[in-house]
């Protein structure tokens, strides 16, 4: 599925959602808005363009009998991000397939995901780390 979401405040660019919810990219535009005191990528928009990605990737495919939330978030600074900073997001099938057998019958379940950004020589930015909260929804447990 192509999905173009310009948002001039905060230059993020979400490229693409794969049509099965297993692949997202999104794009940093360094700007006026995006940049820090030093002019390169401010650290809070980084971590803005990394926030919701994996958690609504897990949501979308284990659907609505599952609770799904983004619990924390860590950013390694490798170098200094210039122009158009670029994540992608990947949950396969087998890893989502994973989470919901851990989370059945209400177990809570953190996993963490890991997405690299990179700048547009392909020279890494920052390391992101994601954790994400997986339970099995309680009117689902009580009919099993």
């Known amino acids: 599925m192509s999905l173009w979401i ?3 405040f905060t230059g993020i660019r979400v490229r693409r959602f794969a049509d099965d919810w297993t692949e997202a ?3 940093l535009h360094v700007n006026l808005l995006t940049r820090n005191y030093v002019k390169t990528a401010f650290g809070g ?5 990394t926030d919701p990605y994996f958690f609504m990737l897990v949501m979308h495919q284990l659907g609505r009998d599952y609770v799904v939330w983004d619990t924390r978030g860590e950013i390694e600074f490798v170098k200094p991000g210039r122009g158009v900073l670029t994540a992608h997001f990947a949950v396969p099938r ?4 994973e989470l919901r057998e851990r989370a059945r019958g209400g177990a809570k379940v953190l996993e963490w995901f890991e997405t690299d950004i990179t700048d547009a020589s392909g020279d890494l930015v920052a390391r992101v780390r994601r954790e994400v909260y997986v339970r099995e929804k309680k009117r689902v447990t009580a009919a099993g």
Do not use: C, G, H
């Open 45 to 49: 928009s980084m971590s803005a363009m």
């Open 25 to 27: 990219t999104v794009e």
């Open 94 to 97: 087998a890893k989502a397939e």
């Open 6 to 8: 310009p948002n001039l």
